[in-house]
T-cell receptor, first 114, second 111 residues
Framework: DQQVKQNSPSLSVQEGRISILNCDYT??????FLWYKKYPAEGPTFLIS?????DKNEDGRFTVFLNKSAKHLSLHIVPSQPGDSAVYFC?????????????FGRGTSLIVHP | DVKVTQSSRYLVKRTGEKVFLECVQD?????MFWYRQDPGLGLRLIYF???????EKGDIPEGYSVSREKKERFSLILESASTNQTSMYLC??????????FGSGTRLTVV
């Protein structure tokens, strides 16, 4: 059973608008969450993270929101640009456990149209 | 700039061949990982290692083995390649702090 779920396999957005990518998790012990971005034929690159002690983390055009009670996090990209077109993976881990192995979602493919 | 280097970007191998995928990191990281990525299935962990000569099975270890003789190098071995092992293979490393650094990936095709 998937512990980290990205229920939307794909998302299409117009350039300049907001992209919202969603992620749900089932393990309430997860305390650290990350988003990775992956272009075709390249490895994933770290985008942004959030600890469970926070509910929001912002880095430029990228903001991650965490709702612990709902076990839900989302990545907002504002404004979206064509170069943001990629697969985005959500990941969750037990940072406090010491043996850090993130569990990944299956990814959401974002397409930003000019 | 820190790096995880995978020796091949593209490989084509025949069914039954023994295949070696090499990964080297220059960050002195303790932890190294091998994933495969398939459409609709995301990133699935094959094996990982916390230290030299140490290995642990991930979620899908069947048909694979690994070797970590030196801290900077983590090899994935397909003992007898099969067509269902055609995939994108990704190596990653991390320190005890959080966050992975991934390599560029190896696209393996088994024919």
């Amino acid at each position: 059973d998937q512990q980290v779920k990205q229920n939307s396999p794909s998302l299409s957005v117009q350039e300049g608008r907001i992209s919202i990518l969603n992620c749900d998790y089932t393990n309430s012990m997860f305390d650290y969450f990350l988003w990775y971005k992956k272009y075709p034929a390249e490895g994933p690159t770290f985008l942004i993270s959030i600890s469970s002690i926070k509910d929001k983390n912002e880095d430029g055009r990228f903001t991650v929101f965490l709702n612990k009670s709902a076990k839900h996090l989302s990545l907002h990209i504002v404004p979206s640009q064509p170069g943001d077109s990629a697969v985005y993976f959500c990941a969750a881990s037990l940072a406090s456990g010491g043996s850090y192995i993130p569990t990944f979602g299956r990814g959401t493919s974002l397409i930003v149209h000019p | 700039d820190v790096k995880v280097t995978q020796s091949s970007r593209y490989l084509v191998k025949r069914t039954g061949e023994k295949v070696f995928l090499e990964c080297v990191q220059d960050m002195d990281h303790e932890n190294m990982f091998w994933y495969r990525q398939d459409p609709g299935l995301g990133l699935r962990l094959i094996y990982f290692s916390y230290d030299v000569k140490m290995k642990e099975k991930g979620d899908i270890p069947e048909g694979y083995s690994v070797s970590r003789e030196k801290k900077e190098r983590f090899s994935l071995i397909l003992e007898s390649a099969s067509t269902n092992q055609t995939s994108m293979y990704l190596c990653a490393s991390s320190a005890l702090s959080l966050g992975y650094t991934f390599g560029s990936g190896t696209r393996l095709t088994v024919v």
